[in-house]
């Protein structure tokens, strides 16, 4: 009876035009977002040393003549710094010598975090390499060296774009989407109780049928769009390489995995997040018993913690709620300022789906108990 019931959901979701709209959204916003993201400021690594080469010109403008007898240390420190810079945007540009690149990286990182051991009183501290900065340059060249991985060097590729579209995916979009798809799911059941009591099958039956039609549409829309959006950025400009690092903030450092690696954590915990929003609007749908209520009150959910943070009230909600966004997570957006990492945010959405899933149990129970209770009162008065 289960697969008759499974079967006929899939028939009404099909049949939905909002379940279509939500498809093409998802479908549509891979290749649309590649137009934008290839449109954008995106700067190459070569413009990069540029910059950085234009960052030591300040400095030796800004220092005092001086410095050199007062600070030798610090003089030749620069002047290191500035000389390998220099031959970075050779190997960059007309040398083409990427490899001579990634081998004298290692030396440029050592001058840059022997700065801040010296000390740099001099100079302002926007002309100087944060720490955090040189940690995830040693993180990628580390993991490239090691590797024996190319340098990508260009600013636009397939494996950037990919982890850039998912990165603005991630967040309050997904949410809203996976909402917007499954805002209605028990109006069906309360406005053709008829229809639906000729499946006798238990409600929790019906919610797992439920969960499992929605993740599936939801999941095989955002495979097609992702996969029309990996066809199309390849046409359009350099593949690129999808064992090139990425950075990854964990126990309080940063580590550099593989891009394929990074999209597949990405995908593991949109699979969680969507089955705890799914979840969470069955339950607001329980209780409120309106589509457009549900819709409002799951936003509401995620949005409200954040503003009362931005007014210096703090939210017990909104930490557990920011697990949502979880590339925020995984970059260290974060997890710098919480001490949580990738696990424990899948980690608390598992046990939080748990938690709604029985308190979905509690609340029909609850509903049941108090129908069976009114009927029992309709009767009691007619009697009378």
């Known amino acids: ?29 891979f290749p649309i977002y590649f137009m934008i993201y290839s449109q ?13 080469g234009d960052m030591m010109n300040s400095i030796f403008n800004y220092i005092q003549e001086d410095l050199e007898e007062n600070n030798e240390e610090l003089h ?19 040398g083409s010598d990427h490899e001579a690149y990634v081998e004298s990286m290692p ?14 009183d001099e100079i302002p501290d926007h002309l100087i390499v944060p720490r955090e900065e040189v940690e995830k340059d040693d993180a990628i060249i580390s993991y490239i060296d090691n590797n024996n991985i190319p340098l990508q060097a ?12 998912f990165t603005f995916l991630s967040g309050i979009f997904f949410y809203f989407i996976v909402v917007l798809s499954s805002s209605d799911s028990l109006i069906y059941e309360r406005h053709h109780r008829t229809v639906m009591n000729g499946f006798p099958i238990s409600f929790m039956k019906k919610v797992l049928s439920k969960v499992t039609l929605h993740f599936l549409f939801i999941f095989t829309s955002l495979t097609i769009g ?20 990425v950075l990854f903030y964990s126990n309080g450092e940063f580590h550099a995995i593989a891009t394929w690696e990074y999209l597949l954590l990405i995908i593991v915990a949109y699979v969680v997040i969507t089955i705890f929003t799914l979840l969470l609007t069955l339950l607001l749908n329980l209780i409120l018993k309106n589509a457009y209520a549900t819709i409002l009150v799951a936003l509401g959910i995620l949005l409200i913690p954040t503003l009362m943070t931005q007014v210096g009230i703090e939210s017990p909600l909104q930490l557990f709620i920011q697990f949502i966004d979880i590339t925020s997570v995984m970059s260290g957006e974060l997890e710098m300022t919480t001490n949580l990492n990738y696990t424990h945010a899948v980690t608390w959405l598992t046990i939080g789906s748990i938690i ?14 108090n129908f069976n209770w009114s009927s029992q009162q309709e009767r009691s008065a007619r009697s009378d």
Not at 40 to 52: I, V
């Open 1 to 29: 009876m289960f697969w008759k019931y499974f079967s006929f959901e899939a028939k009404l979701l099909i049949k939905s035009k909002k379940m279509w709209l939500v498809s093409f959204l998802l479908i549509l916003f």
């Open 40 to 52: 954008a400021d995106t700067y190459s690594l070569y413009h990069e040393k540029y910059a950085e």
């Open 76 to 94: 030749r420190n620069l002047l290191e710094q500035n000389s390998i810079i220099n031959f970075q945007k050779y190997y960059l540009g007309a």
């Open 107 to 120: 030396e440029l990182i050592e001058l840059r975090l022997e700065i801040h051991e010296i000390g740099y």
């Open 154 to 165: 260009e600013g636009v590729t397939t494996n950037s774009y990919m982890i850039a579209a």
């Open 226 to 245: 992702a996969l029309i959006g990996l066809f199309y950025s390849s046409n359009h400009t350099d593949f690129g390489h999808f064992m090139y690092p």
């Open 356 to 369: 709604l899933t029985f308190a979905i149990y509690i609340v029909h129970k609850l509903n049941y108990i």
